[in-house]
Nanobody
Framework: VQLQASGGGLVQTGGSLRLSCAASGRTSSRYGMGWFRRAPGKERECVAA????????YYADSVKGRFTISRDNAENTVYLQMNSLKPEDTAVYYC???????????????????WGQGTQVTVSS
């Protein structure tokens, strides 16, 4: 599976961005997807995850109520709508596929099999 993330950029505090991640290749399998981020000097963290059906989602406490993860399986694409952005949201954002976690969610990066190249999100104060 190849993942192509896009949608990052520079935005002011309080602004919004929508990240997209398009999957190609072995997309006939069912899989869970997640969005991770790595801020400078910090470890990579899972900010959101979604099951294959979209019926189950996870959000980190730091983004709950501001970010929304969704997916369009017909388009093999997962989205991360980010609203009310804060400077602490500044990071490189990565999408990832977890082949063994199509129904249950996982936030552990070692359980994800494929990763996108990352897209930079910068929130200015």
């Amino acid at each position: 599976v190849q993942l192509q993330a896009s949608g990052g950029g520079l935005v002011q505090t309080g602004g919004s961005l929508r990240l997209s991640c398009a999957a190609s290749g072995r997309t006939s399998s069912r899989y869970g997807m997640g969005w991770f981020r790595r801020a400078p000097g910090k470890e990579r963290e899972c900010v959101a995850a979604i099951s294959w059906s979209g019926g189950r989602t996870y959000y980190a406490d730091s983004v709950k109520g501001r970010f929304t993860i969704s997916r369009d399986n017909a388009e093999n694409t997962v989205y991360l709508q980010m609203n009310s952005l804060k400077p602490e949201d500044t990071a490189v954002y990565y999408c990832a596929v977890a082949l063994a976690y199509s129904q249950v969610l996982t936030t552990h990066d070692f359980r994800y099999d494929f990763w996108g190249q990352g897209t930079q999100v910068t929130v200015s104060s």
